[in-house]
Nanobody
Framework: QVQLVESGGGLVQAGGSLRLSCTAS????????MAWYRQAPGKQRELVAT???????NSADSVKGRFTISRDNAKNTAYLQMNSLKPEDTAVYYC?????????????WGQGTQVTVSS
C-alpha cells in the first residue's frame, strides 16, 4: 500500500509565497513522474506542474515564472514552491505520483491541501 501525504497549504496574502510538499510512503520500488494539480471551486482539476524522474519539468502557462516544481528522490518527496501568489491561485492542490511496484506502475493521489490567497 502506498500513501501520499501533502503539507504546506494555508492562507496567504496576494504576492506572498507558500511551499507545498508531498511525500510517498509504502512499498515503493521507484517513482516516475511527479505532478501537482489544483481544483478551484466549480472548476475542473487542472495540471499545474510536472517533473520526470530525470528532473525535467513543465508547468502551466498560468504559473510559469512563479511556481517551481522539484523533487528529492531519496525522500520520495515532491515540492511546489509558489511565489507571487494571486487570488486566482486559490484552490485545493493535489499531488500525483506514478509509482513502480515490481513490474507494474500505479498512479497515486494525495489527499489535497487547501491554498487560499487573499486580495
Amino acid at each position: 500500500q502506498v500513501q501520499l501525504v501533502e503539507s504546506g497549504g494555508g492562507l496567504v496574502q496576494a504576492g506572498g509565497s507558500l511551499r507545498l510538499s508531498c511525500t510517498a510512503s509504502g512499498s515503493i520500488d521507484s517513482i516516475g513522474n511527479m505532478a501537482w494539480y489544483r481544483q478551484a471551486p466549480g472548476k475542473q482539476r487542472e495540471l499545474v506542474a510536472t517533473i520526470t524522474s530525470g528532473g525535467s519539468t513543465n508547468s502551466a502557462d498560468s504559473v510559469k515564472g512563479r511556481f517551481t516544481i522539484s523533487r528529492d528522490n531519496a525522500k520520495n518527496t515532491a515540492y511546489l514552491q509558489m511565489n507571487s501568489l494571486k487570488p486566482e491561485d486559490t484552490a485545493v492542490y493535489y499531488c500525483n505520483f506514478v509509482v513502480r511496484i515490481g513490474v507494474r506502475s500505479y498512479s497515486y493521489w494525495g489527499q489535497g491541501t487547501q491554498v487560499t490567497v487573499s486580495s
